[in-house]
DNA sequence: ACTATATATGAACATATGTTCATATATAGA
DNA sequence: TCTATATATGAACATATGTTCATATATAGT
């Protein structure tokens, strides 16, 4: 095939794409958001439940939140966060089967 | 819920997963599968086509190729690259779908 | 107002990653 | 055997990334 026989993507297509797979190609945020696929969590409550310290987390979910995959609602002093893009995790569990069964 | 109520990961199958989407957070890497998607290439041909240097190009089919993702066959002094993974390649596809619509 | 609690955030650090450059390897052709 | 071609590979480099530590912010309870 030659150059204008293929179909290429736009720079930017490229960048977002990465930038959704640079997300989950992180063991704390695939723990992170398999985690919010089964429940609304505070933030303490991830970091209990992942053993990780409270600041890692933070850090993670406002990655997270930056690319607008969580969302969260405040009650007082506690954060409870939620996944906010089904297609993602809709992916992330469809790579989760993929390498389960190998 | 309670930690014994979650469905946690092993960590085997949390690394990876993280393997497969760290193998696709690449904007080199993204454009070489997607390339190869369409067509088997050799490696000058997806160099030209992309506009990496043969070398970029070759550490980076070797990255794939340790994770199965591609594989090649040899003619000569050329080696043509196909994609070896379809479920990959699906996926890859999703988020490209899924970011060019929004 | 004071204290405790929950979370966010910035700086610093170590590690991982992608490219380039130089070079090695291997095959084909003369 | 000499040369050209195609690819692989190692070292070096700059940049990106994830965690920790210290601290800031904000709310609730007393």
Redesign the interface.
């Known amino acids: 095939?030659k150059?204008n026989e293929?179909?290429f993507?736009k720079p930017e297509?490229?960048?977002?794409?990465?930038?959704?797979?640079?997300a989950?190609?992180?063991?704390s945020r695939?723990?992170i958001l398999?985690?919010l696929s089964?429940?609304t969590c505070s933030v303490n409550h991830i970091a209990?439940?992942l053993g990780m310290t409270q600041s890692a987390v933070s850090h993670q979910l406002s990655l997270l939140r930056n690319l607008k995959l969580v969302k969260y609602n405040r009650d007082g002093n506690t954060y409870y966060y939620t996944y906010n893009d089904d297609?993602?995790i809709t992916?992330?569990n469809?790579?989760?089967e993929?390498?389960?069964c190998e």
């Not at 297509?13 to 640079?22: G, P, S, Y």
């Open positions: 095939m150059r293929h179909h993507l297509t490229v960048e977002n794409t990465a930038r959704i797979f640079k989950l190609a992180d063991p695939i723990k398999y985690l089964q429940e209990e439940m297609h993602v992916i992330l469809q790579v989760i993929h390498v389960a």
